[in-house]
T-cell receptor, first 113, second 115 residues
Framework: AQSVTQLDSHVSVSEGTPVLLRCNYS??????LFWYVQHPNKGLQLLLK??????LVKGINGFEAEFKKSETSFHLTKPSAHMSDAAEYFC???????????FGTGTRLKVLA | EPEVTQTPSHQVTQMGQEVILRCVPI?????FYWYRQILGQKVEFLVS????????KSEIFDDQFSVERPDGSNFTLKIRSTKLEDSAMYFC?????????????FGPGTRLLVL
């Protein structure tokens, strides 16, 4: 069975400093992985996706993620945090057979002024 | 840019009542999904729907739940007799898998409160 584990439930960074949100996956085959962001009282917005092309994936708003098969990781990074990045971030794996999404538990990012 | 829409944005109902949550997927998408997120918990898969039938459902999706595509645009989730524990945010999503696009696009959600 496929799964994703988000290693941190909460992350706090200062504005202008780098962001690292960690995600590890478990899959018996090459997975499709996604990061979504959820701002307060809003829906889920796609940040970026990995679907077996380039291992370094660039997304919206300056975010990127690197797929590392040897470490079964898909960590989300951003060089410089902005106040507007404060939100909940979900790492997601897509089930190969059914295409349903399996969500991680989420990481709440707080950005300090 | 096309987007998934959901109505209503909020719904308050009494326990035991029926509710219907509505979704309009992106127009050329043929795969549809419902997920829910209980407050403070992770997003959980409920059901997927393709070609006018359920493709897969989770163990949460019991006989109290049903989905329907009553016309060419709407996709609905019905809860026949709501329970307190059905209180959650319900998200609809659609995808364009025929064109190799696994990415799901989510609506803004319906927040359901069962009293």
């Amino acid at each position: 069975a496929q799964s994703v584990t988000q290693l941190d439930s909460h992350v706090s960074v200062s504005e202008g400093t780098p962001v690292l949100l960690r995600c590890n996956y478990s899959s018996s085959y090459s997975p499709s992985l996604f990061w979504y962001v959820q701002h307060p009282n809003k829906g889920l917005q796609l940040l970026l996706k990995y679907t077996s092309a380039a291992t370094l994936v660039k997304g919206i708003n300056g975010f990127e993620a690197e797929f590392k098969k040897s470490e079964t990781s898909f960590h989300l990074t951003k060089p410089s945090a902005h106040m507007s990045d404060a939100a909940e971030y979900f790492c997601v794996v897509s089930d190969r057979g059914t295409y349903k999404y399996i969500f991680g538990t989420g990481t709440r990012l707080k950005v300090l002024a | 840019e096309p987007e998934v829409t959901q109505t209503p944005s909020h719904q308050v109902t009494q326990m035991g009542q029926e509710v219907i949550l509505r979704c309009v997927p992106i127009s050329n998408h043929l795969y549809f999904y419902w997920y829910r997120q209980i407050l403070g918990q992770k997003v959980e898969f409920l059901v997927s729907f393709y070609n006018n039938e359920i493709s897969e459902k989770s163990e949460i999706f019991d006989d109290q739940f049903s989905v329907e595509r009553p016309d060419g645009s709407n996709f609905t989730l019905k809860i026949r007799s709501t329970k307190l524990e059905d209180s959650a945010m319900y998200f609809c999503a659609s995808s364009d898998i025929e064109r190799g696009q696994e990415t799901q696009y989510f609506g803004p959600g319906t927040r359901l409160l069962v009293l």
